[in-house]
């Protein structure tokens, strides 16, 4: 299961990668306390033996789109029709997710900047970017940048934001470690 007060690990396999794709997407906009387990329950009645993607694929094609949403309603996951569709997506999309770029994460439906920024920072090493959630975006308003309430959609604005953040980033401290500083220090995880 996927621990959020130890987010970061740049050595998932293939199938730990996949674990923590699903709980990305299905973290947007959600607490992560309250996700971390109701994926596990989604992977648990998944029954997978290895690829937790290929097995959304399959439920989907075998028995469609609305009684998998209507799986994740039953594990907690909401708004359960959205991630459906967006974990079909991710599903479909066949990365690789030991070497994907950026632009691949979002090039799935329901992946923001935000979402594909936290899933490459906190599994690959060297990956460095912000991600611009509402706890960061309360630390910027505490330093006096003119941030929003909620994560920008617009990519300009996001890189704006993000190079603000950089500014008050601790020298030798990664953006990894600092937002998961952040999160507990912000948010009620």
Same mark, same amino acid.
């Given at each position: 299961?996927?621990d +959020?007060?130890?987010i970061t690990?740049?050595? /998932?396999?293939? /199938?730990?990668l996949?674990?923590f794709?699903?709980?990305?997407?299905?973290?947007a906009?959600? #607490?992560?306390? %309250?996700?971390a +387990?109701?994926?596990?329950k989604?992977?648990?009645?998944?029954?997978? +033996? /290895?690829?937790?993607?290929?097995?959304?694929?399959?439920?989907?094609?075998h %028995?469609g789109?609305? #009684?998998? @949403?209507?799986l994740? &309603?039953?594990?907690g996951? $909401?708004?359960h029709? #959205?991630?459906?569709d967006?974990? /079909?997506s991710?599903?479909l999309?066949?990365?690789?997710?030991l070497?994907?770029?950026?632009e691949?994460?979002?090039?799935?439906?329901?992946?923001?900047?935000?979402? @594909? &920024?936290?899933?490459? $920072? &906190?599994? %690959?090493?060297?990956?460095?970017y +912000?991600?611009l959630?509402?706890?960061?975006?309360?630390?910027?308003?505490?330093?006096?940048?003119?941030?929003?309430?909620? $994560?920008?959609t617009? @990519?300009? %604005?996001?890189?704006?934001? @993000?190079?603000e953040?950089?500014?008050?980033?601790?020298?030798?401290?990664s953006v990894?470690?600092?937002?998961?500083?952040?999160? =507990? =220090?912000?948010?009620?995880?």
């Amino acid at each position: 299961m996927i621990d +959020p007060n130890k987010i970061t690990n740049y050595k /998932r396999d293939g /199938r730990e990668l996949e674990e923590f794709l699903i709980f990305s997407i299905c973290v947007a906009n959600k #607490q992560a306390k %309250r996700i971390a +387990p109701a994926v596990d329950k989604l992977l648990k009645k998944l029954r997978v +033996p /290895r690829h937790y993607l290929a097995a959304i694929n399959k439920y989907c094609r075998h %028995r469609g789109i609305g #009684q998998f @949403a209507a799986l994740l &309603h039953s594990c907690g996951i $909401t708004p359960h029709n #959205q991630k459906a569709d967006f974990l /079909r997506s991710a599903a479909l999309a066949n990365l690789d997710l030991l070497v994907c770029s950026f632009e691949d994460l979002m090039g799935i439906k329901g992946v923001s900047h935000k979402t @594909a &920024h936290f899933f490459l $920072t &906190h599994s %690959r090493e060297g990956y460095d970017y +912000p991600i611009l959630d509402t706890h960061i975006l309360h630390f910027l308003r505490d330093c006096g940048v003119d941030a929003p309430m909620s $994560t920008p959609t617009s @990519a300009k %604005r996001y890189k704006e934001l @993000a190079d603000e953040f950089m500014r008050f980033l601790p020298d030798g401290v990664s953006v990894a470690d600092f937002d998961l500083y952040l999160w =507990k =220090k912000y948010s009620s995880h």
